[in-house]
Every structure is written in C-alpha cells, then in structure tokens.
C-alpha cells in the first residue's frame, strides 16, 4: 500500500471506531464523544496498539502518515484555539469584575498550588517525569497549571448541553472561565520564555501588539464576509510569527483570537465553525495525540500519577470555588455545582500538554499521566453536574 491509502485508513479508523463506541455504548452522559475520541487516540498510541498489535500500528501509522496526521491537528488546534481567543468576553468580567475576580484567581490558584505540589512529588519519585530542555521551575509550574486549567470550549459545550449557557448561571462561569484562560496562556508563555532569546521574543510582543491596534481598525471597516477570511490570515501570520520568537505557534493563535471582538462576527455562524472544526479536524487532533502517549517508566506509576493529578486537580478547583463562594456568600450548594463545571478539562489541558511536550518541559510520560487526567475530570462533569442541577433551581438565575 502506498502512503495514501494508509493515511485514509488512519483517516476511516479515526471517524469510525470513536463513533460506533460512543454511538453503540449510549456514553453521551458519562463520556460525551469527544472524550470517547481523545480515549480512542490513546488506545491507538504505541502505549496501547503498538504494544498489542506492534504490526498494525507500524503498517498504519508510517512515518509519512504521522507527519501528514500531526499537519492537519496543527491547523485544528490552531483554529480550536483561536475560536477560543475571540469567544473570551472580557467586557462582561469587567463589569463584574470584583466577583468574577475572586472567583476567578481562587479558582485557578488553588488547584496551582495543589498541582505544583503534586508536581514535586513526582519529581521526588523519579526525574524521568521531567522533560530534557526543562528547569525543576518550569515542570513544577507547568504540572500545576495543568492541573488549573479549566477547557472553555468544552465547557460551552456542556453548558450547552445542559441548557444553561445562555441562562445567568452559564454567563457567570464562562466570565470565570474567560479569566483564567488569560493567566493559562500567560503563564505559558512565561514557561516558554527562551533568556537566549528574550530580545526576539520581546520585539514579538511589541511588533504584536502595534500590529494587533493596526489590524482591529482593518476589521472595523470591512463587511463582515471579508473578516472571516482576514481572520484566518491574521491567524496564520500570528502563529508563524510567535513560533519564530520561540513561544510556540498556541500561543500566538490564542493572541490572534483574543484581541478581535466577538461581536464582529455572527454569533451563530461561529457556533457553527466551532462545530465543524470539532466535528471534521478535532478528531485527527485526539488520534495525532494518542500517537504521542507512552509508558516507559511503567503502565502502573503513570496511573498513579494520573490518579494524583486528578485528585489535586478536582479537590483545587472544589477548594477554590467553595472560598470565593464564602467571601460572596453564595446561596448553599452553589460553589460546588461551579465548582464542577470549572474542573473541566479536556481539550485546553490537552492543548496546554501538548506544547509543554513540544518544548520538552515535560516527558512522553508525564503527558500520558495529565492526558489521563484530562480525560477523568471531564467525564465526571456531567454526571456530578446534572442532579446539582435538579436540587437548585435558584442557581440558574443568579447573575453575579
């Protein structure tokens, strides 16, 4: 078979087996399908297939398939980001901005610290968990922001799912969520930050930022059609541009989307194209993924750490809602229904795992472990979430 024929057959496995587990096993409450194929790209990974059926794995995923694969999630992760960019409302934090604040850096600062202390129990165990080009600072904070992470398109979606996103409630947590996803890329960058190459990565930010001013006074005075397509040239020149400064192309995505407005697009159509992307790029995204996981410091160890993950993950972000819920004296109850709904993770986390594996901060391992983790914590939103719900009904008006 030529390369051709063996990508389509990574392409057929990629949009049917996910599919017919999540279709056939009624997963939707429990596992939404994303998360059934972020599970399937692990599976597929040489952790898995290539250990159970090493023949298979090496006829299908070919050097020449692997590169054409990890093309086409680089460009869905980049247009998943920067959707995620634009849809930030920085204007409704504002205006709520004392509340949104508390519950914002509590929500993101406690599951910090628990994860970087979970981080630095891994270290203690073995120094394999830590990446090659990394300081101890780096791994440790980069572990405890992943463990801080909240995924805010999926969240949208099982807000959406939920029937309470465009309800006071589902407004409340996106202004948490917003927020924090400013302090994730931030400090992202921070961990990226080459000293060798500070002064390209600081003329990056201030050519970025010149630029940006110039091309939102662009974007004003074109019909909407025509922003669409500038967009996906801003987009492209951004991530080029903050890849060469060292700050990885993520990043540069996120800046692209979060300093248009949202407003100047139609609402509906950018539900539509957060959709298609996830329906039709996402899933190469979730398999390239899987092809990354590995094992080599034991299947056991990588659970446990996973498993510690999780718990800091959860028991941070629980902690953290239930304080701001105290100093704003929410009604009983209600820190821990946001609570769970910030502890999202999934593809942010994912995302965010991603670059700190490119950058070697973190090791193949390690990423397993968090991947893993991403993987438990959203499984258990909707399940958790959902008789929350039905026991308070007064939650869902509550605008602040």
């Known amino acids: 078979m030529n390369t051709t024929e063996r990508f389509l057959i990574a392409m057929l496995v990629v949009f049917t087996l996910p599919w017919l587990a999540w279709r056939l096993g009624r997963t939707e409450h429990w596992a939404p399908l994303v998360v059934v194929q972020i599970v399937a790209g692990i599976l597929l990974g040489p952790g898995v297939l290539g250990v159970a059926l090493p023949e298979v794995y090496g006829f299908v995923f070919t ?4 590169q054409a694969l990890t093309g086409i999630a680089s460009w ?3 247009l998943f ?22 519950t914002a850096g509590l929500a993101l600062g406690m599951p910090l610290v628990f994860g970087c202390g979970a981080a630095l129990a891994m ?6 968990w830590m990446g090659p080009d990394a300081r101890p600072w780096q791994f440790v904070l980069g572990v405890g922001m992943a463990c801080a992470v909240t995924a805010l398109p999926i969240l949208i979606l099982f807000l959406e799912k939920l029937d309470i996103l465009r309800r006071p409630l589902g407004q409340r947590i996106l202004r948490y969520a917003s927020l924090d996803d400013i302090a994730i ?13 500070v002064g390209r990565q600081a003329g990056f930010l201030v050519v970025f930022a010149l630029v940006a001013w110039a091309f939102r006074q662009l974007m004003r005075r074109v019909p909407e059609a025509d922003r669409w397509y500038l967009a996906l040239v801003w987009l492209a020149a951004c991530a080029l541009a903050a890849d060469w400064a060292g700050l990885h192309y993520m990043v540069g995505a996120f800046l692209a989307g979060a300093v248009l407005d949202g407003h100047w697009f139609d609402q509906a159509r950018m539900d539509l194209l957060r959709h298609h992307v996830l329906l039709v790029l996402m899933p190469v995204f979730f398999l390239s993924t899987g092809l990354r996981t590995e094992w080599a410091l034991g299947g056991a160890l990588v659970f446990v750490a996973a498993a510690a993950l999780l718990a800091a993950s959860v028991a941070g972000k629980l902690i953290g809602v239930h304080l701001a819920g105290r100093i704003l004296r929410w009604p009983a109850g209600e820190a821990s229904l946001i609570g ?26 390690t990423f397993t472990a968090l991947l893993l983790m991403a993987v438990a914590s959203t499984m258990l ?16 008006g509550r605008s602040s």
């Open 63 to 66: 050097p020449a398939v692997i």
């Open 76 to 78: 869905a992760v980049m």
């Open 81 to 102: 980001v920067f959707i995620a960019g634009i849809e930030l409302d920085l204007a409704a934090a504002w205006r709520h901005r004392r509340e949104s604040g508390i």
């Open 123 to 128: 270290l203690a165990v073995s120094s394999g």
């Open 185 to 197: 890329w931030g400090v992202l960058a921070l961990i990226l930050m080459d000293w060798e190459r």
């Open 340 to 365: 769970w709904l910030l502890q999202t993770k999934a593809l942010i986390m994912i995302i965010f795992a991603n670059v700190l594996l490119d950058k070697q901060v973190i090791t193949a391992d």
């Open 381 to 396: 939103t909707v399940p958790v979430v959902t008789p929350m719900l039905a026991r308070l009904p007064g939650a869902l």
